[in-house]
Nanobody, 125 residues
């Protein structure tokens, strides 16, 4: 599945952005969707994920309560709504998808085999 991420930009602390991840294939509805981010000099880290069948969502502790992941299977798109942004949220954000996988690994980026190109989010203080 091919993924196209969009929606990044520059905002001030406390602001909000919505990222989108669109897939060309209708079968995207049968994939777990995830968002990961990578700041300069740091490793890629989990941000949020949504399970393909139940729609259950999962979040990193650092974004819980501020970010919301959702999906619209009619549009083959996964969204990441980011509110109350902080300078430490600055990173390149990547959307990802995986066709199968056990639930316990949903936060592990190595378990995803489809990746979007990344979109830069910059939060200034």
């Amino acid at each position: 599945v091919q993924l196209q991420a969009s929606g990044g930009g520059s905002v001030q602390a406390g602001g909000c952005l919505r990222l989108s991840c669109a897939a060309a294939e209708r079968t995207f509805s049968t994939y777990d969707g995830g968002w990961f981010r990578q700041a300069p000099g740091k490793e890629r880290e989990f941000v949020a994920a949504v399970r393909w069948n139940s729609g259950t969502t999962y979040y990193a502790d650092s974004v819980e309560g501020r970010f919301t992941i959702s999906r619209d299977n009619t549009k083959s798109t996964v969204y990441l709504e980011m509110n109350s942004l902080k300078p430490e949220d600055t990173a390149v954000y990547y959307c990802a998808a995986r066709r199968t996988g056990i639930l316990s690994t949903i936060r592990n980026h190595a378990q995803y085999n489809h990746w979007g190109q990344g979109t830069l989010v910059t939060v200034s203080s």
